[in-house]
């Protein structure tokens, strides 16, 4: 009876499809343990011939399915870009730690409005900086509305593919910027009902945010106490030119700009700014800020102004 001898090149082959086998099932674990993360040891048996047993070493394999940890933190909590030399920036600390390195990164601040486009943004490659400085502007240089808050979106990408989001908002203090009458604070974020000057059947998170904001604008006009201050109502158009618009503007948006800066001046009362030192103006829509063509930010018109005159 004779025995046939295993040759090394058949040795050989034998190792190399041991090694192929191994790595698909790697290949095939990482399919089927794809929703779970931890450290796993495939275990292949293989049988071959007794004159060339091969020993197969187990491979210890990382599954990582989850995005990069993403922590946001700024300083200070409401800051006010009106270079007064308080406050001005914004100190934006970005993190992204993951098992894997992290390989991309975005952070946009949006808009308030919808379709809240992106206001700044600022991305790279590898993790975040520690520290990001913001001057409170835009790509084209336009400031933050005063009094509102802007949310942002932190992406991370890790190099599998991960992908995590961090969705927060930025608050803007109250700024008071130059004006060619002294001293201005206008604010888009005093929400009113629809075709009225009252607060009346809002919901409450918006009331209590106008609240908050009004008071934080008497703490101002308190400290500027030597001026007198003009409170205007700005309005939005829904006619862009021709009679229509003329109708809106008289019958209907400087009545109603009017009765909204009037309410204002009585809030600001009951927040203990002296009456005899405001003094309430319609302007309807007659300065805006916006073009009437650009629909995404056309909500900017709509406005409370605080002239300090001196």
Known sequence: MGYKVASKDDELLQVTAAIVVVILVCMVMALVIKWYE??????????????????????????????????????????????????????????????????????????????????????????????????????????????TDYPFIFRAEDMLGNESTLEGKIGVDVLVIPSEDGLKIQVPSIIFRAEEADFIGLPQETVENNNRVLRRIAEILNKFRDYRVRIEGHANRTQQAGEKASQEEEGELQPLSEKRAQAVIN????FGVSRGRMTAVGMGGTKPVVVYTDRDNIWKNRRVEFILIK
């Open 38 to 147: 931890g450290q796993f040891t495939p275990r292949v048996p293989v049988s071959y011939p007794k004159e060339a047993v091969v020993p197969v070493k187990p491979v210890l394999t990382n599954s990582d399915v989850s995005g990069p940890v993403l922590s946001f933190s700024a300083l200070p909590e409401y800051f006010s870009p009106d270079n007064d030399g308080v406050n001005d920036e914004l100190i934006i600390s970005l993190s992204a730690m993951d098992e894997a390195s992290v390989v991309s990164w975005s952070f946009e601040i949006r808009e308030p409005q919808a379709p809240y486009p992106v206001f700044y943004r600022i991305e790279g490659k590898g993790g975040p900086p520690v520290h990001t400085v913001w001057n409170g502007r835009s790509a084209t240089g336009e400031l933050v509305q005063s009094a």
């Open 267 to 270: 809030r600001l009362v009951e």
